[in-house]
T-cell receptor, first 116, second 112 residues
Framework: DGGITQSPKYLFRKEGQNVTLSCEQNLNHDAMYWYRQDPGQGLRLIYYSQIVNDFQKGDIAEGYSVSREKKESFPLTVTSAQKNPTAFYLC???????????????FGNGTRLTVT | AQTVTQSQPEMSVQEAETVTLSCTYDTSESDYYLFWYKQPPSRQMILVIRQEAYKQQNATENRFSVNFQKAAKSFSLKISDSQLGDAAMYFCAYRTFYKLIFGTGTRLQVFP
């Protein structure tokens, strides 16, 4: 079955360490997204990518970095510059051609990152 | 910039009753798409219903329907015959070509 895989489900890190969250999709979607979810704040967009080797900052990109070397993969690195990294992170994908604009985002199951 | 507002942080409904969740948005675009997502305790995001702005007819998916008022920029979700499994966070979302913008969510509780 096609879908989006995020790993790991739970991640613990010490303050000051960089950490990379994995996101892989086999839906053949061009676009991929990273969202952060905090209590009472809904989902906020960190980065998005419409095509391989290209990505754009979302609303809260500071302290994060991404790469898009393959269509299937869009890893997110949480750097030590991110002031409050503890959160729930969701990866998503969608097509861009044809009915891409009306297509909903397909989400992974998320990664809960805790930094102490 | 587009914004999405959900003014009800929490709502509750009795099983088998009907509940309406509110959503308003702000945009200068004329062609866009709106979605409602459900997030149960598992935290998986599940698409509930979608609406195309150029269609006047309100979307319906089984027990879920929307009241789309384009001039008022309002997009409410009605859940009929509520079930215990409907208990979740519900997010309204506005789709631009490049991204999906979410509201802050409404937590729905369903009582037996």
């Amino acid at each position: 079955d096609g879908g989006i895989t995020q790993s790991p489900k739970y991640l613990f890190r010490k303050e000051g360490q960089n950490v990379t969250l994995s996101c892989e999709q086999n839906l053949n979607h061009d676009a991929m997204y990273w969202y952060r979810q905090d209590p009472g704040q809904g989902l906020r967009l960190i980065y998005y990518s419409q095509i391989v080797n290209d990505f754009q900052k979302g609303d809260i990109a500071e302290g994060y970095s991404v790469s898009r070397e393959k269509k299937e993969s869009f890893p997110l690195t949480v750097t030590s510059a991110q002031k409050n990294p503890t959160a729930f992170y969701l990866c998503a994908s969608s097509p861009t051609s044809g009915q891409g604009r009306i297509s909903p985002l397909h989400f992974g199951n998320g990664t809960r990152l805790t930094v102490t | 910039a587009q914004t999405v507002t959900q003014s009800q942080p929490e709502m509750s409904v009795q099983e088998a009753e009907t509940v309406t969740l509110s959503c308003t948005y702000d945009t200068s675009e004329s062609d866009y798409y709106l979605f409602w997502y459900k997030q149960p305790p598992s935290r998986q995001m599940i698409l509930v219903i979608r609406q195309e702005a150029y269609k006047q007819q309100n979307a319906t998916e089984n027990r879920f329907s929307v009241n789309f008022q384009k001039a008022a920029k309002s997009f409410s979700l009605k859940i009929s015959d509520s079930q215990l499994g409907d208990a979740a966070m519900y997010f309204c979302a506005y789709r631009t070509f490049y991204k999906l913008i979410f509201g802050t969510g409404t937590r729905l509780q369903v009582f037996p």
